[in-house]
Structures are given as structure tokens and as C-alpha cells.
């Protein structure tokens, strides 16, 4: 029971864009090079959460990307039932003949509702908000 | 975010064994017929199921499995957590370098406790009990 990689490396750029000052604009490579994932598959990630607000793009030469709204309005919850396939077991009569009768899958399906709703209890703001051990590995020191 | 293949037919095995009259003889052979799954695959779960004392294996010509204990005992979230791999993400310094200073994770094992914690509410007894449906899906009646 893993979440999958998009939606781990989804976060995991959500956390770096929200440790940017308000309205900076990074890059994909950077994110990626944070990551040590593939572009090919962050780009993918990132046009997701563009679609789903999370994100904002900004076209151009001096374009970019950076959070698409505040972090604290940012619920990590939603933000999973945005990038996550959240159906636990492969339902379906074509998959499971049982399924018509099986208490299970109402089970299951009431048990990620918890952990949503547990999720649910924290924005991007909660992560990051002065959180300094991770401003250290995330943002390198700039010149003064 | 899905439960592994192990699990989920770890689960359905079960609830085909809690099927049965109490004390009746199986074999994994007919499990496996039930749900369409290799054999190969099944014998590990029924080997660790065993090992969790879920389920019992009678050795010899007239052996087989049944339940290792009364379906009210079994409680879902105990099963998932023997046999799932609970891990939402890979955490640890070799697979990403924020590990020390990441609050996603800790916000992550809380929603899993709350999946559990929700899992624990159900017995295998309570995905059975007076379930004809599902008994008629999976027992095939016998001749009078």
C-alpha cells in the first residue's frame, strides 16, 4: 500500500515551491534536479497539478512556476484525491466475481475515507511553516 | 494507493474459508480456483497467513486448510497489517534527502493508524455473517 510515485514527487514539488518567497518562479529542472526524478515525469506531475490549481504556469522567457495559490489553502487531502488512484482493490465483476456481495470493498472504501479525512487536517502551509531543517536542504544560501 | 495482490486475495481466501462449515477441510488448489490466481501465488499467502495463525494447515492424505481461528476473532485491520507492506512512501535518507525535516510522513503514518483504525472495526466474521449472497457466489450447492 504505497502511494504512487506521481503523487509522491507530486507533494515532494509542492513542498519546494512553498519554501520559494511568495511569487518567485523556479523551474521543472530544478524541481526535478531537488528530486532526483525524471523530467519527463515531473513535467507530467506538474501539468497535473496546473490543471488542478495547485500549480501555476507561467509561459514565456522569463516564465516559470510556482504555487498556484496560498499554501495555507492548500489541503494535502485534496491534493491526493487529485493525483492518487484511490481505489484499493480491483472491484468489478470482470475483476472480482464476488464483488456484487463483498462487504470488503465498503470497508475499504470507509478506511480511506478516514485516512482522507486525516489528511484533511493538514495544509502545505503546516509542512513547510517555519520548518528551518527544511529550508536548509531544499533552498542553498545565497550570496548576501 | 492500492493493497497488494498478497493482501487482497489474503482477504478473499479468507472469506472463502469463512464460508465453509466450521472446521471443514479445503485446499489451496480450490482457493485458487475460486479467484482465478496462480497457485504459486496463493501457496505464499496461504503460508504466511499460516505463520500469522489466520489459517491452519492439516498436513497428510486427508489434510488441507481451514480457518486458524473463529472468523469473530479475525479482525481486518490485524490481517492487512500482516501482510501489507504499510509504507506509504519511501522515506530514508537514501531515497530522499528531505527525510529528517519531512512532516508529510508524520502526517502519513496518522492517516494510516486512522485506516487501520477503521480496518479494526471489521472481523471477518462481520464480511460473512448471513451474507447469502456471497455464499451462493462462492459455494456451489451440494446435492441433497
Known amino acids: 500500500?504505497?502511494?504512487?510515485?506521481?503523487?509522491?514527487?507530486?507533494?515532494?514539488?509542492?513542498?519546494?515551491?512553498?519554501?520559494?518567497?511568495?511569487?518567485e518562479l523556479t523551474s521543472i529542472t530544478v524541481v526535478t534536479e531537488k528530486y532526483g526524478v525524471s523530467r519527463n515525469h515531473m513535467v507530467k506531475i506538474i501539468h497535473r497539478?496546473?490543471?488542478?490549481?495547485?500549480?501555476e504556469a507561467v509561459r514565456g522567457k522569463n516564465?516559470?512556476?510556482?504555487?498556484?495559490?496560498?499554501?495555507?489553502?492548500?489541503?494535502?487531502?485534496?491534493?491526493?484525491?487529485?493525483?492518487e488512484p484511490l481505489h484499493l482493490v480491483n472491484c468489478g465483476e470482470d475483476n472480482c466475481h464476488i464483488t456484487p456481495a463483498c462487504r470488503l470493498k465498503d470497508a475499504l472504501?470507509?478506511?480511506?475515507?478516514?485516512?482522507?479525512?486525516?489528511?484533511?487536517?493538514?495544509t502545505l502551509h503546516d509542512l513547510v511553516a517555519?520548518?528551518?531543517s527544511l529550508h536548509r536542504l531544499l533552498i542553498p544560501v545565497r550570496p548576501a
Open 1 to 23: 500500500m504505497q502511494l504512487t510515485s506521481f503523487t509522491d514527487f507530486g507533494l515532494r514539488a509542492l513542498m519546494y515551491l512553498a519554501m520559494l518567497p511568495p511569487g
Open 49 to 55: 497539478m496546473s490543471q488542478a490549481g495547485y500549480v
Open 63 to 83: 516564465g516559470g512556476i510556482r504555487l498556484g495559490k496560498p499554501a495555507a489553502s492548500i489541503v494535502i487531502g485534496e491534493v491526493i484525491r487529485a493525483l
Open 109 to 122: 472504501a470507509n478506511a480511506m475515507q478516514a485516512f482522507l479525512a486525516e489528511m484533511d487536517n493538514h
Open 130 to 132: 517555519g520548518n528551518n
